[in-house]
């Protein structure tokens, strides 16, 4: 069954394993999160839940959004986010959904916004190589040619020069490391995308387990 939450990424630390060894983990503050709105194929033509996350006041949100809180029944929240699910009979508008929907050992896919890096040269953002630095080069980090003789244009998708980072980035098969539904904690081997305090969306993985 699929499943998901959404959650703030608080930072890394380490803990120490039954055998002495020191793991990497991120500590994520996972909901709890909100059944907004239930969508399914005869209505909407797919199946899906709408969670909220992070409660705000009203008076930040717009009257729109407002009036759909006030249909569901629940406080506004900050995010607003949808998770496909094609059998969501196990859901109910008002239902929460905190950290305990996984467990130590489980395997998530977490997605989230890159750290946005400004603008980056080729060797930065692609990973060129650079010139010769002696005997007068005066070839050192630049782009060098752009395009054929011929065409004598730029062809789409050309690696230059550009905005680096804050781009939706997915990493999969994490494994969760432990989980404190109290405090609404879960530790993540590895690392996630994203700044601390970034969103942050956990799914069971696609590659299983």
């Known amino acids: 069954m699929r499943k998901g939450i959404l959650g703030k990424k608080i930072g890394m ?6 055998g002495g060894r020191a793991v990497p983990v991120t500590v994520v503050e996972a909901g709890p999160c ?7 194929a ?55 959904i905190k950290a305990d929907i996984f467990n130590a050992g489980d395997r998530v896919d977490v997605t989230g916004i890159s750290r946005g890096k400004g603008f980056a040269g080729g060797i930065k953002r692609h990973g060129f190589h650079r010139g010769p630095m002696e005997h007068g080069s005066k070839y050192h980090r630049r782009p060098g040619s752009l395009a054929a003789k011929g065409p004598a244009r730029v062809f789409k998708g050309r690696r230059l020069p ?29 690392s ?4 601390q305090q970034g969103l942050l969306l956990i799914k069971n993985s ?4």
């Open 192 to 195: 996630v995308p994203g700044p």
């Open 206 to 209: 696609v590659k299983g387990g």
């Open 13 to 18: 630390t380490q803990i120490f394993d039954a």
């Open 34 to 40: 909100v059944v907004i709105q239930k969508k399914t």
């Open 42 to 96: 005869a209505t909407d033509g797919y199946g899906a839940v709408q969670v909220g996350f992070d409660p705000v006041k009203e008076n930040r949100v717009n009257k729109p959004l407002q009036g759909h809180f006030h249909k569901a029944g629940t406080a506004p929240f900050r995010y607003i986010r949808e998770l496909r699910l094609e059998d969501n009979q196990d859901y109910q508008v008002g239902q929460e």
């Open 162 to 190: 550009g905005h680096m980072g804050a781009e939706r980035v997915t990493v999969l098969g994490l494994e969760v490391v432990n989980n404190d539904p109290e405090r609404n904690i879960l530790l993540l081997k590895g």
